[in-house]
């Protein structure tokens, strides 16, 4: 099963704005991880920043699946509570 | 008599409620003590003269802890929407609380996800020279305090591992459910959480699939590319293989994915074989067979019954020892492309646990956009499910731990 990333529609302001953070820090860690392993691979330094690589991924991953397969913005719950807030106002998108 | 009390040898928080008898207690595993308060000399809490009902949980609890150890994220896998499916409702996060919490949540089932006992946060770890695969970046003992605690009736506050900012967040309430499943990366590590356990489970899966796995996960994201996804599991390998890893010969069941051996050069991951590893003389676990339990089989469904497309399906049960433990392996290579075929398997299974004929094909359509609705990933997954309702079920009703033998012929 092929997830794209482009699909999938973020109820909340604030899952759009984690959307796009997870993406940022994706992006980041990854420039990170090739530069800190460029001297050692195996250093203990190149490890974490991997391993920091593989948190940020899954974590988009399980925002992505849970957007597009269970179609429920996570934020949902917490909004019912909290409409009032920033994270809360409904996209236009 | 002036004072409502009760006397239980664990803690009173929020398992216990005190409530007027109007209200209807629900559910099993309920002490209720009803005492009678004359009006209170001191005022008292202002409600009325009436009797009060005590009900707590405690002392007769049975909360069910499963073990599942898997590296794909937490509460939010496959695997734990299709368990918790099989016990029916949709499991949530809790309503209200930390958006970013991981728990999930539904009527008979909490999950937690075993990140949140994270001693060292994204920083720390960093400064440590520790991936969250490394023992020294997880705190063992406060896991064990809180799993036995819930285990024994007694609700917790749980840190919160946020994985969207690295940080550890305020913690969070966990009232002890029927059945708690700990998710995470090690949830048999440590030998005295590993001793709370009813029923474990591993996820091993191969470095090829694994790889094919993530290439599908991360391909999309613009920061990725083969070999950044190819050096992430590389790197943490030799974590895996010395923390994690191990892990699997505690494992009560292994669920092992492997490429398929149908396909010659199918590197997509895309069929795949797939091993449900059982161990023998489990309490409460009888293992799933083919045909004739403990006997060796070999089984191609698709013939002239059933008609398969490409590349077929292909099924092997047996004995074996794995890691030293007798265990029961049944292994299924190959998709399913219809209804029809997944019935027949499941027809020609037993010890599946099932409450009605066809519940096993019920389940897997109920979640057929679920990744391995069509292949064993979501038959075993979904059989376990089911394993674990049955061995939930022993459990609470206090049957006898012995598996019922099939009359031999």
Known sequence: ?93 | MSVCSAYTTQSLNSTCSISTPAKTHLGFHQKQVVFYRRSSKRGGSGSGSGPCVITCSAGDSQTVVIGLAADSGCGKSTFMRRLTSVFGGAAEPPKGGNPDSNTLISDMTTVICLDDYHSLDRTGRKEKGVTALDPRANDFDLMYEQVKAIKSGVAVDKPIYNHVTGLLDPPELIKPPKILVIEGLHPMFDERVRDLLDFSIYLDISNEVKFAWKIQRDMAERGHSLESIRASIEARKPDFDAYIDPQKKYADAVIEVLPTQLVPDDNEGKVLRVRLIMKEGVKHFSPVYLFDEGSTISWIPCGRKLTCSYPGIKFHYGPDTYFGNEVSILEMDGQFDRLDELIYVESHLSNISTKFYGEVTQQMLKHADFPGSNNGTGLFQTIVGLKIRDLYEQITSGKTAAPLEATKA
Not at chain 1, 18 to 43: F, M, N
């Open chain 1, 1 to 93: 099963m092929t997830i794209n990333a482009m699909g999938g529609g973020a109820k909340y302001k604030g899952t759009q704005m984690r959307k796009k953070q997870l993406s940022e820090i994706i992006k980041k860690k990854v420039i990170e991880a090739k530069q800190v392993c460029e001297g050692d691979e195996t250093s203990d330094e190149c490890k974490v920043a991997w391993d920091e690589v593989e948190e940020v991924s899954q974590a988009k991953a399980d925002l992505r699946l849970r957007l597009e397969v269970e179609k429920k913005d996570p934020l949902e719950s917490f909004c019912l509570e909290n409409p009032e807030t920033e994270e809360c106002k409904v996209n236009d998108d």
